[in-house]
């Protein structure tokens, strides 16, 4: 089992950079492929960001490529998302997964890949 517990969340204005957390507890933390989802409104949970420990390799949606940049610290079993240049539609809820290792690396871009998820954490952009 592995416990995941996000922060950082909060309101900014466009522009603007906020660094979110996600802390875990339970089993072996650098086993584990680390990823960040968002939910925004009435849509529905879309993938963000991972990082790979078994590929050694990080993976980002198209629509934060360039802004957010996802780091892991295994010593504090720490996941980051360092998020930069925030837009409006940046807007949601955001969740931090952990995942198992896949033969394929599209596969981290799956929310089915995450065995475990916290409870998430709400970042609002404003104008």
């Known amino acids: 089992q592995v416990q995941l517990v996000e922060s950082g969340g909060g309101l900014v204005q466009a522009g603007g950079s906020l660094r979110l957390s996600c802390a875990a507890s339970g089993r072996t933390f650098n086993d584990y492929t680390m990823g960040w989802f968002r939910q925004a409104p009435g849509k529905e949970r879309e993938f963000v960001a991972a990082?790979?420990?078994?590929?050694?390799?990080?993976y980002y949606a198209d629509s934060v490529k360039g802004r957010f940049t996802i780091s892991r610290d295994n010593a504090k079993k720490t996941v980051y998302l360092q998020m930069t240049s925030l837009k409006p539609e940046d807007t949601a809820v955001y969740y931090c997964?952990?995942?198992?290792?896949?033969?394929?690396?599209?596969?981290?871009?799956?929310?089915?890949?995450?065995?475990?998820w916290g409870q998430g954490t709400q970042v609002t952009v404003s104008l």
């Open positions: 997964a952990a995942g198992g290792f896949r033969y394929s690396y599209r596969d981290y871009y799956e929310i089915s890949t995450y065995e475990y």
């Open positions: 990082d790979s420990w078994s590929y050694g390799s990080t």
